[in-house]
Structure formats: C-alpha cells, structure tokens
C-alpha cells in the first residue's frame, strides 16, 4: 500500500495481511521493475494482496511457490508451474484454488528463488516491515535461506 491505500472496505489487518484498494495497481508497477523481469522463480505470499502478483507472474510464464498456510505441512510450499497446470491464471493463484490443483513441495525440491514478494500489513521509510505478527513470513525465508534458495547467487 502507498501512503493513499486503503483496506478494501471490511478489510482490517486483524490477523492478516489485509487485500487493498490498487493492489493490481502495486503488480503492475512490480512488473516494470527490472528484478521482476529478470526473475523465472519467485516466492509469494499466500495472501489475497498478493494474488494480483502471483497471476500476473503466471501469465508471464514464471514459476510461483507459495507457502501452505502457517507452513504447517510437511511439504511447506505449493508449487505452482504454469507450464503444468491448466487454467486462468487468476483463478490459478487463487489461494482456494492452488490448494486444490497445485503439488506441495519439500524445500530440497524447490528451485532457486530469484525474487521474494513479501505482503506487509505496514512498512516504514526505512524498508522495516510489520507483518500480521505470526512470523510466518519470517520462517519462509529463513527456511529458504538456510537452504541456499534465496540470498545466494547460484553457480554454474
């Protein structure tokens, strides 16, 4: 959210990254980003803020996981691949949807992350962000990371 953004009406953060007026807006403005472009694999967040990103990385061919809700799986993220699933991408990422059609996957079955979009319920001037207070997100990454995913560069 900019400074002008707003929950959508009904939509407080009690618990939850809140859905928010422009949040389309907020994707496309992501994707004419150099690092969104030059990204095949990203992470998202299951939230419906994010649904906007992960359709439009679907479209664009690009591999999606997202985090089984609270990670609490054995196999902590949905892989979704556009190449292997067959549908629209918005109801594809779609977090009712991608529990039902996309596999869920081990960390050491994951490929390298090359950009993380993290939902934030605020963020500072300063790139500090506050979350829904669960740390979820916060695991995500360190799982990623302690696996070499994510914060790496990959050597050929």
Request: glycine share 8%; proline share 8%.
């Amino acid at each position: 959210m900019g400074p002008t953004a707003a929950p959508r009406r009904g939509q407080y953060p009690h618990g939850r990254i809140p859905d928010f007026v422009g949040a389309a807006a907020t994707a496309q403005r992501l994707a004419a980003l150099p690092a969104w472009r030059q990204a095949h694999v990203i992470k998202a967040n299951p939230d419906q803020a994010q649904l906007p990103v992960r359709a439009r990385a679907l479209r664009k061919g690009k591999l999606v996981y997202m985090a089984v809700p609270k990670l609490a799986d054995p196999l902590p993220f949905f892989r979704l691949d556009p190449a292997e699933l067959d549908g629209e991408p918005e109801a594809l990422a779609a977090h009712r949807t991608v529990t039902t059609v996309a596999p869920e996957v081990a960390v050491s079955d994951m490929q390298a992350i090359e950009l993380v979009v993290c939902g934030s319920v605020a963020v500072n001037l300063a790139g500090v962000r506050i979350g829904k207070g669960a740390g979820y997100s916060d695991i995500e990454v360190g799982l990623l990371s302690q696996a070499r995913l994510i914060g790496h560069r990959q050597r050929s």
